[in-house]
């Protein structure tokens, strides 16, 4: 599986001369965590929920001041994997996705969750062999006294 099949094609962007009140607002009215910052055509940064807090209450801080740069992005055919150490590496929430330079999409780490949670209840094929691998054969243990 690819990120390409799991990403949110709805990407909501904001400029990057916008304010913080600005995108707090964008953020509420379309129940976003995460926006990405444009100069132009060009991603330049996110900006997410947790990033806003860091800003002042009213207008006066701009999305430059508390936008998450450089960015870290990803292509349509990354490895799910690759996506996720991306995330746990750099620590952050979601990554944009770019195809020749334009954003096309956005994985968060929702995304991978909510992925892993559909298939909570099934036995991936393979779970035996690994576990024999890695934790080797397993016996059953005779309890004296039972």
């Known amino acids: 599986m690819r990120i390409g099949d799991i990403m949110s094609e709805d990407v909501e962007t904001i400029s990057l001369g916008a304010s913080v ?41 701009w999305i430059e001041d508390v936008m998450s740069k450089p960015i870290v992005t990803v292509e349509r055919d990354a490895t799910l994997r690759k996506a996720a150490n991306l995330m746990r590496g750099n620590r952050i929430g979601c990554l944009p996705v770019l195809e020749e330079g334009r954003p096309v999409g956005i994985v968060t780490i929702s995304d991978l969750l909510d992925l892993i949670g559909k298939d909570v209840t099934r036995t991936p094929p393979g779970a035996s062999h690994w576990e024999e691998k890695h934790r080797g054969r397993r016996r059953s243990r005779h309890v004296p006294g039972r």
């Open 21 to 61: 009140g600005e995108a707090r607002e964008a953020m509420r009215r379309q129940e976003l965590r995460h926006l990405l910052v444009m100069e132009g055509q060009r991603v330049v940064g996110v900006v997410s929920d947790r990033d806003l807090g860091r800003g002042s209450k009213n207008d006066g801080t």
